[in-house]
């Protein structure tokens, strides 16, 4: 059975970082994707980042894109480093994993999910 589990969420003031990990066990994978998501209370998941198996393609949401970094060390572990992090990162944060090393953002396309880390960010 596959398990994932994020850490690393907690409260941080506007313009501060934290770093999330992940990291998955019961199953090696050939060839996947790890993705980060996150839900904001009333909004729907969205799609934040992801990283191909072997790390050669990352993806990132605009929202992400040059303050947030995606990386893995093996093949069980991903890292989210978020920068210069807003009051609007608030949410929690899901890592999920999808067997395929083609880069979807649709959060359905993903069977694997951890049970979220809370993120938030102070004004």
């Known amino acids: 059975q596959v398990q994932v589990v994020e850490s690393g969420g907690g409260l941080v003031q506007a313009g501060g970082s934290l770093r999330l990990s992940c990291e998955t066990s019961?199953?090696?994978?050939?060839?996947?994707?790890m993705a980060w998501f996150r839900q904001a209370p009333g909004k729907e998941r969205e799609f934040v980042s992801a990283i191909t198996w072997n790390g050669g393609i990352t993806k990132y949401a605009d929202s992400a894109k040059g303050r947030f970094t995606i990386s893995r060390d093996n093949a069980n572990w991903v890292y989210l480093q978020m920068n210069s992090l807003k009051p609007e990162d608030t949410a929690v944060y899901y890592c999920?994993?999808?067997?395929?090393?083609?880069?979807?953002?649709?959060?359905?396309?993903?069977?694997?999910w951890g049970q979220g880390t809370q993120v938030t960010v102070s004004s």
């Open positions: 019961g199953r090696t994978f050939s060839r996947y994707t």
């Open positions: 999920a994993v999808r067997e395929s090393f083609i880069i979807l953002t649709t959060s359905s396309q993903y069977s694997y």
